[in-house]
Structure formats: C-alpha cells, structure tokens
C-alpha cells in the first residue's frame, strides 16, 4: 500500500512539473498533446527532444488538431505509464518493458510507433573483478527491476546458460554505479555515455545485448479511449517520429552535440555510445519488430506478463 501510495505521489509530483514546449494558434481549435517521458535533466531528451527543438513534432502534429505540446517527466517508464492509465498524459513514451507490461494489463493500450531501435545495453564490471560473465557465477548483477536493465541482465544470464547461477538485485541505477565504483557490487547494467565513461577508467564489459544480436526498441502508447477521440493522430504521429528521426540521421554531429551539451556529457562517449541506425525513419522496422517480439517472448516465458497477446496484432491495431 505505501509503495502504491508513493508511487501515485511521485506521479502526481512529477506531472506537475509539465512544461509547454512547443505553442501554436490557441483559437484554432486545436488541443493540447500531453507527452510522458522519462527525463534526468527535466527537459525533452532524445530523439522527442530534438523534435520539440526542430519544431518537427509541432509542424508534423498540428494536421492532427494539436496545438501545443506539454511533457511531463517520470523518473522511469512505470511512473509515465502509470500517468497515462491514470488519464494524467495522452501519450506516453517510454521503453518496451513498460509497454508490453502495460499492454499484457490492459488490452485499450495502443502502440503508436517505435521512435527508437537497436538500442544497446552493457553489463559493466567492478575494476579488478570478472571480465566474463562465467565469472560472476555465485555473484549479483544490479539493475532496477521492471526495467530493460533487468531484463537485460537476466537475458544475458539465460544466453549464457547460466540462468540460477547468477542473481539479479533491485538497485537503483546511481546507488549500482556508486557501489561499483566501492567495490560492493559486482557488476550492473548501464548503457550510453554512463557506460563508455566507466570503460574509459577501467571498468570492463563483461557482455552486452548487442554481441548477441540483440536490441530494445523505444516504444510511444496511447489509450484508445485518445485514439478513438483523435482518429488522425496515430498516422500523424507515425509521420512525425520519423520525420524527426530523419533529421537526426542527416543532421547526426549536431544532434550528438546537443544531447552532450544537454546531458552535461562528454562528446566523445556520446558519439562512441549512439548509433544513427538506431533512429528509425519508418513506424516500425523489421528489426524493431523481432526486438520486441524477443522482449514480449522473454517477459512471457518467466512469467512477468499478466496475459498473453499478438505482438504483430498490436503493432498492425488500427486507431
């Protein structure tokens, strides 16, 4: 009870901290689209952000009858998804554990298109300890729990063959990184700029999602009791997300500066640490696709979803 209680007060918090980013012509009749993301800066981050900052989002959505655009930030994917079942934001972009999760609940959950995929994780080892995961056996792993870091780290343990033989704890990620740095974990999960910059000072890769031929996709839901309200704002969205993704391939040096000078991160690791084919210019690649069929086959088979359902229905579900 007390975790329900925190969680919907953090929400609450947090979504009351939205942020008008982008305005157009309030007498047009038009409505404003209320956007959940996941932010450590309090600002849009990623590939939403730099549309806000293109003023893509807003160009490409007003065909749609939206006028201005509001964020609200969480501090994971649960918390934004919990907003929008709550009816606190319209649409929620978040990673594909939350969403597979959200839709395994709750069949009114639509999936508007991925706006990331490919997307790597590393599991990051204490300085001196394991350089492979062999060697962690009998040892932890940390990640949040729910999240792709977990999922990550428990899909690494199965690839191995060693799943039972390695436990996964439920640690934040900054308490993880801290007890890395002491000495009092043994490995955890990181991705992006936070991973390169602990390989920089010796803190070895232990394995990763991609030495596998594996992937995560950034996934944007809605509710249909939204979609059925505003029939021309999937396909809308669809042409957005890849409109701005397409601006990032062709503009790539620009957008990786903005995201260090928006992080407080080094340029360099965020070049080492982004891809440009992780930015998709089509709503759902053949490669998103398979990414989160494996995410939905993995969460089914241990048994974190409430409920079973057709991927490629949900992807192919019209407005």
Known sequence: MLSRIFHAALATVLAATAVACST???????????????????????????GDRQGILTKELKAAGVDKIEYSFFQSGGDAVSALIAGAVDVAAVGDNPALRARSRDPKVVLLSFDSVNSDMQIIGARGGPTNIQGLVGKNITAPQGTIRDRTARQLIEAAGLTGKIDVKDVPTPESIAGLSSGQIDATVLSGASSVDLQQKGYPVIDSLSRHGMGSTGTNIALTSFTDGHPDFRAAWQRAITAVNGDIRNHFDDYLHWVADTDGSKFEYVKQSTQADEFNTEPFPQIGVKQLQDAYDFLNADGSLAGQYSVDEWIGAKP
């Open 24 to 50: 157009g012509d309030g007498g047009s009749g038009g409505y404003t689209l209320r956007i959940g993301a996941t932010s450590v800066t309090g600002t849009p981050a990623g590939s939403l952000g730099w």
